[in-house]
């Protein structure tokens, strides 16, 4: 319990750095094949705020969170089917899980599932170090540094997001990268994985992200958006489904630019924005590997419905609560970058990404690039 204790304070700490397109309320919402109940709203999938301090008092807030994961008991083999305990965010994150959800329910699904859907990634890392969830979607930076704190006890099993942020204006200035330079940008995630996107984006494509343009961070998504709503901010960088709300609500603002085509842009196809992943328990994929590329299957046919059958899908996003309005939802899918990589581009692709955060603050990945072991193989 002490180790638990003391890499639970580290991980919840570390998990507010990822995404700032990862996190909401921190409302759980659990479903299992019998059942698909679905609670609480949803704010913007967010990436958590970096920080590092390892306080007595996040101790025992993650002991109590790790306690508080309900049970669902071991995985074991029902009718043929093999028990795996689910954690997925809403949000972007877990949009690509809902199809895999309703089939669930409906029994049919390969395996038996039991799914967690929680509003914030601390939430589900609690859930991860109890060993109360044997698979879970989290931000990509959180799931290296799972593997750094559990010593390698967690793999990665896909790519599931890639990038979800876009610059949004009140007006038609903004059409490149290079427009942003001497102007006012607003956004959030300041110290974290969005920060070190814009600014990788900005340096590459020769503005000082210091001297070139003033970057206004505010800490709240919804803070931001409401200011775009209203029109009090002209430009703001901004996650889905917030610039999904934003769209809706003020006709003036559009997408000025995709940062997930900026990004391959500048990276020139060495890595991918990638913001999203699934993760599995190392000891759990061993045991149960027919089971686990079983889930691979059903989770990839998930996704590649969620990106064909848009207002089907957002109806299963909203009955999950993954989403909290299929209006909403069907907006945010075709902005929402929901993919599948897995295997050696799986590998390649983040690596490089990694690389990126390493070199603006080796902690947003928990201080070191994953070595090959962190990579499971089918």
């Not at 306080?55 to 995985?75: I, K, L, R």
């Not at 940062?259 to 890595?271: I, P, R, V």
């Not at 000891?283 to 027919?290: C, G, P």
Request: charged content about 20%; glycine content about 8%; proline content about 3%.
């Amino acid at each position: 319990m002490k180790m638990l204790k003391k890499i639970g304070a580290v991980i919840i700490c570390a998990a507010m750095l990822g995404l700032t397109a990862c996190g909401g309320t921190s409302e759980t919402t659990t479903q299992t094949s019998a059942d698909t109940t679905a609670a609480a709203d949803t704010a913007a999938e967010t990436t958590t705020a970096e920080t590092t301090a390892e306080t007595e008092e996040t101790t025992e807030d993650t002991t109590a969170e790790t306690e508080d994961m309900s049970d669902t008991g071991t995985p074991h083999n029902m009718a043929g089917k093999t028990s795996i305990r689910i954690g997925t965010l809403k949000g972007p994150t877990g949009m690509g899980m809902a199809k895999l959800i309703e089939d669930n329910s409906q029994g049919e699904a390969k395996n038996s599932y039991s799914f967690t859907v929680a509003g914030a990634p601390d939430d589900i890392t609690a859930g991860v170090i109890s060993g109360d969830l044997d698979i879970a979607a989290v931000p990509t930076n959180l799931a290296s540094v799972l593997y750094k704190k559990t010593e390698g006890e967690v793999q990665l099993l896909a790519l599931n997001t890639l990038g979800v942020l876009y610059v949004l204006e009140n007006g038609d200035t903004i059409n490149s990268i290079e427009d942003l330079k001497g102007k006012t940008v607003y956004a959030t995630g300041q110290g974290s994985t969005p920060e070190y996107v814009l600014n990788y984006i900005l340096t590459k494509n020769g503005i000082d992200p210091e001297k070139d343009v003033e970057i206004v961070y505010l800490a709240e998504h919804a803070e931001l958006a409401s200011q775009m709503t209203s029109g009090d901010v002209a430009i703001g960088m901004l996650p889905v489904p917030n610039v999904t709300s934003v769209l809706m609500s003020n006709p003036d603002v559009r997408i000025a630019l995709n940062l997930t085509e900026e990004w391959n842009k500048a990276a020139g196809g060495d890595s991918v924005l990638s913001m999203g992943c699934v993760i599995v328990n190392k000891k759990f994929a061993e045991e149960n590997k027919d089971a686990v590329n079983a889930f691979l299957d059903e989770y990839k046919a998930s996704i590649e419905f969620a990106n064909s059958n848009i207002e089907e899908a957002a109806e299963y996003m909203e009955k999950a609560e993954i989403i909290p309005k299929k209006q909403v939802a069907m907006k945010a899918i075709p902005d929402a970058n929901i993919t599948f990589i897995e295997g050696e581009q799986m590998k390649t692709q983040i690596l490089n990404f990694y690389q990126v955060l390493f070199d603006a603050n080796p902690k947003a990945i928990g201080g070191a690039i994953p070595d090959d072991n962190f990579f499971y193989e089918r």
